[in-house]
């Protein structure tokens, strides 16, 4: 277990270098990594710190929480087809994304984006979580999934489409792909606090995940509180989807793909599979933020199509085994 | 006693599933829960253990959450393992209740000896889905065993396993009792509770018929009462054979 | 259309006298009509329309499209808001029964085709991005009017003042930065503008000539001297925060200038436009 992680922060760390390094203007490794650090005249430091920094850093962070969100909806729900982006938890973030920024409320208080967000991932999350809880199978869930992200994704239209902007209707595509494209260190520095908050929420269930393996009945009689561990889940993953979601839109599939290669390395162990999936969610969404700026630099390729691309098949996958009867 | 239930009673969706039930295990005691199907078996045991809303008094739900669970492990009937771990961290689950994270010397220690009790080192490495349903049976044991509670619930342990699985796990909670453990187990065949149990508990509708030894208890109108069946016995040395007619 | 719609904006306007004066008198130099010319014009897109207003005869053009009047993008709103308008759609056009109807080349196909098949002469105008096809577009709104003397006045009177606008020296490097992070190149009416007001356009350095796409970090390595960015429309947009990006605050911080309502449609308008960025 020690080598994965080892393996997996090395990997992580060297795609982060490589965000940094990866853009249009063609800087070289020393002057880029000079200009980062040093600082100094002209538009070189601008592009390291100003454009390039933030969205690294948003790479690094907004991965490590789907990541980490969608290991511990997987392990409180006992079922590897939870992820966030797919059971309209980061739907409804999107939702409360669009609506602060509809109203204005964004304007008059930056931080209202992010709470908004997180808002509606809380609503996603509880909705969720009381329609598919532990009991329920499969079905449930992915039924329950289905209806909270078409509510979710036909509330955001209605709003973009009643926009007087004439960008906003567009912008469904944003919200529903995920870009980190021209992000600011403003938007980090919005999005870092709730983000550790709800990743430290998150830790603090990870031995009660674990006790669930064998079972609702089981985990209440070794001191699992069933209550205590749903409502800290549920604040938990909206302190972090929550966030995510207003910065970076939509990203799915990363909390469905990652658990899911990663969690036979760590012996399927629920809280062994959590800070994995972190840096792995983290690996997974900068690799693919490289990615969308060196196939189509230009267009602004959306992120969420490459976590589709790879995590769909995968997804029809994991349907196929579970309705085969096969566990994960 | 580790177990004292007084006067409890459950009502599900308005109706009474147990009522004024009064139950009590002392040290070293392998108590057998029989009765018919529905009369109330599993739910006496999750009413016990504080997982489902009663009246009455259980000295176990009393107890905050962590002390109840080194003061008694649960087995549920279902035998449910959600991911694919290895035979060797699902037993480590039963150290969740104490501190040292599975990874303490005494954790160790309690792991290893659940093991080997159940014969489960050829296994330790094995994914525990992929065995058979009486290795798993016995990992699901193991695990409660690594527990160290003082009582261990057990609904149905034997369901489902062969004949030779059912008298090892009998004779293993036989054992258990001899080491001063309390046991409550509930089981169907009869024949298997009255060889193994110290004590047996009739629940028929809700309400406790008969408790005592096994002798008193499966009385031929006792049985017709709780399972409207009559049944022929007959006394070998290894014990009493109780057929349903 | 869509594209140059957006980025253009109410205020910022420093209009020329001289320019004004002269389009004022355009306007009111219409004549009687001609027997052979068109009787009931519709022009259903906002370039026609300003052309078709600044050359029509009176009583000559019947109805101009609804965003003529919309002074965020039409720079003859005020005149516009003398005219019916209608709202492209084919069953309001033909009930205006007109004997000529101007489009642009983005109109709905569909329309015009319903149209044609209703025995409506519908003629299309491309969008002008150049002075030469600003030009052509003016002498050929004339020929459709026939209104050929108004629009050589307007012609003459467009060239004269271009010369005495345009700007023959070098006046830096400038950028063009739009919502969505979208740059206009050399073969834009907004890269003309940029040309004949004497800058050299950023785009340029990365071979751009249309309107596309330009990574924010391309636009801050080029160091330009002036940024022209799209005006912010009502309500929000995620799509315009790329305009407040804090490298974009630090690359100009005082030069930050906005592009309106003349620099949307290939007409004598760019000239104020022009004229502004001096």
């Given amino acids: 277990m020690r080598p994965l992680f080892a393996m997996l922060i090395l990997v992580t760390a060297m795609l982060f270098a490589a965000s940094l390094i990866t853009g249009p203007a063609g800087l070289s490794v020393v002057d880029g990594l000079r200009a980062l650090l040093l600082g100094g005249e002209g538009p070189m430091p601008i592009v390291m710190r100003e454009i390039r920094l933030p969205r690294a850093v948003l790479g690094l962070v907004?991965?490590?929480g789907l990541g980490l969100t969608g290991?511990?909806?997987?392990?409180?729900?006992?079922?590897?087809?939870?992820?966030?982006?797919?059971?309209?938890?980061?739907?409804?973030?999107?939702?409360?994304?669009v609506l602060a920024i509809q109203t204005g409320l964004s304007l008059s208080a930056a931080m209202a984006l992010p709470l908004s967000a997180l808002l509606g991932a809380g609503m996603g999350a509880g909705l969720l979580v009381a329609l598919a809880g532990p009991r329920?199978?499969?079905?449930?869930?992915?039924?329950?999934?289905i209806a909270i992200s078409a509510l979710a994704n036909a509330g955001t239209?209605?709003?973009?489409?009643?926009?007087?902007?004439?960008?906003?209707a567009n912008e469904i595509v944003f919200w529903l792909m995920g870009s980190l494209a021209d992000r600011s260190m403003l938007h980090v520095w919005l999005v870092l606090p709730p983000m550790v908050l709800g990743a430290m929420l998150i830790w603090t269930t990870a031995r009660d995940l674990d006790a669930l393996t064998l079972g609702e009945n089981a985990a209440a009689a070794m001191g699992v509180s069933p209550t205590t561990l749903r409502w800290r889940l549920v604040a938990g993953v909206a302190l972090i989807v929550g966030p995510a979601t207003a910065v970076g839109g939509v990203i799915g599939f990363v909390g469905l793909v990652v658990p899911h290669i990663l969690r036979p390395w760590v012996g399927a162990r629920p809280s062994a599979l959590?800070?994995?999936?972190?840096?792995?969610?983290?690996?997974?969404?900068?690799?693919?933020?490289?990615?969308?700026?060196?196939?189509?630099?230009?267009?602004?390729l959306k992120l969420g199509v490459l976590t589709a691309i790879v995590g769909a098949p995968l997804f029809l996958h994991l349907i196929w085994k579970t309705r085969s009867g096969g566990r994960m | 006693m580790l177990l004292e239930l007084r006067e409890l009673s459950v009502i599900r969706r308005n109706r009474e599933v147990l009522r004024d039930v009064g139950l009590s295990i002392a040290a070293g005691e392998l108590v057998g829960l029989i009765g018919p199907n529905g009369a109330g078996k599993s739910t006496l045991m999750e009413a016990a253990i504080g997982l489902i809303p009663f009246s009455g008094v259980s000295n176990l739900a009393a107890m905050d959450a962590t002390a109840r669970a080194r003061a008694a492990a649960y087995l549920p009937q279902s035998r449910e393992i959600a991911w694919p771990v290895s035979v060797e961290d699902l037993v480590a689950l039963g150290r969740i209740p104490w501190p040292g994270s599975g990874r303490s010397s005494e954790d160790r220690k309690a792991i290893e000896a659940a093991m080997t009790r159940m014969g489960l080192e050829p296994f330790r490495h094995r994914t525990a889905l992929r065995l058979s349903g009486g290795e798993q049976a016995r990992a699901l044991i193991a695990r409660a065993l690594a527990q160290e509670a003082p009582l261990l619930i057990a609904d149905e342990p034997v369901a489902g396993l062969d004949p030779a699985q059912q008298l090892a796990c009998l004779r293993l909670f036989q054992g258990l009792a001899g080491e001063g453990r309390g046991l409550l187990v509930s089981i169907h065949d009869l024949g298997l509770a009255a060889r193994f149990c110290s004590r047996?508990?009739?629940?028929?509708?809700g309400r406790i018929l008969a408790d005592g030894s096994p002798d008193h208890v499966l009385r031929d109108?006792?049985?017709?009462?709780?399972?409207?069946?009559?049944t022929r016995r007959i006394d070998t040395p290894d014990g009493p054979a109780i057929l349903p007619i | 259309m869509a594209l140059r719609i957006v980025h253009s904006m109410r205020g910022f306007v420093r209009p020329s006298r001289i320019i004004a004066g002269w389009l004022a008198a355009m306007l009111i130099a219409a004549g009687a009509p001609v027997t052979a010319a068109p009787q009931r014009v519709v022009s259903m897109n906002l370039c026609t329309d300003q052309l078709a207003m600044l050359l029509a005869a009176e009583g000559q053009l019947i109805s101009v499209s609804h965003l003529a009047r919309d002074p965020r993008m039409s720079a003859m709103a005020e005149t516009a808001a003398n005219y019916p308008v209608n709202h492209g759609r084919a069953e309001e056009i033909y009930l205006l029964r007109p004997d000529l109807v101007i489009a642009g080349q983005f109109e709905s196909g569909p329309t015009l085709q319903m149209l044609r098949r209703l025995g409506i002469r519908v003629e299309v105008l491309p969008p002008a991005e150049s002075i030469k096809a600003i030009r052509s577009g003016i002498t050929r709104m004339g020929e459709l009017l026939v209104r050929e003397d108004a629009a050589a006045d307007l012609l003459a009177g467009f060239d004269r003042e271009l010369a005495r606008v345009r700007s023959?020296?070098?006046?830096?490097?400038?950028?063009?930065?739009?919502?969505?992070?979208?740059t206009s190149g050399r073969n834009t009416l907004a890269g003309t503008i940029l040309d004949a007001a004497g800058y050299e356009n950023i785009a340029g350095d990365y071979g751009v000539d249309s309107t596309t796409g330009l990574p924010l970090e391309l636009v801050v390595m080029a160091q330009p001297d002036r940024l022209i960015t799209g005006a912010k429309w009502p309500g929000q947009s995620r799509s315009e925060a790329i305009l407040d990006h804090p490298a974009l605050k630090k690359l100009a911080p005082d030069t930050a200038e906005v592009t309106d309502r003349d620099w949307v449609c290939g007409t004598p308008f760019i000239l104020r436009a022009i004229e502004a960025l001096q």
């Fill in chain 1, 62 to 64: 907004v991965g490590g």
């Fill in chain 1, 71 to 97: 290991a511990a909806m997987q392990g409180y729900l006992r079922n590897p087809l939870a992820e966030p982006g797919l059971i309209g938890v980061s739907g409804m973030a999107a939702l409360g994304a």
């Fill in chain 1, 136 to 145: 329920g199978g499969s079905v449930t869930l992915i039924l329950a999934g």
């Fill in chain 1, 157 to 168: 239209a209605l709003v973009l489409n009643l926009s007087p902007n004439p960008y906003a």
């Fill in chain 1, 274 to 300: 959590l800070p994995a999936s972190a840096l792995g969610g983290a690996a997974l969404v900068l690799a693919a933020d490289i990615a969308v700026r060196l196939i189509l630099p230009e267009r602004d």
């Fill in chain 2, 200 to 205: 047996l508990v009739l629940l028929a509708k």
């Fill in chain 2, 221 to 230: 109108e006792v049985i017709r009462e709780a399972f409207g069946i009559t």
């Fill in chain 3, 168 to 182: 023959d020296h070098y006046r830096g490097k400038a950028a063009l930065y739009y919502a969505n992070g979208i």
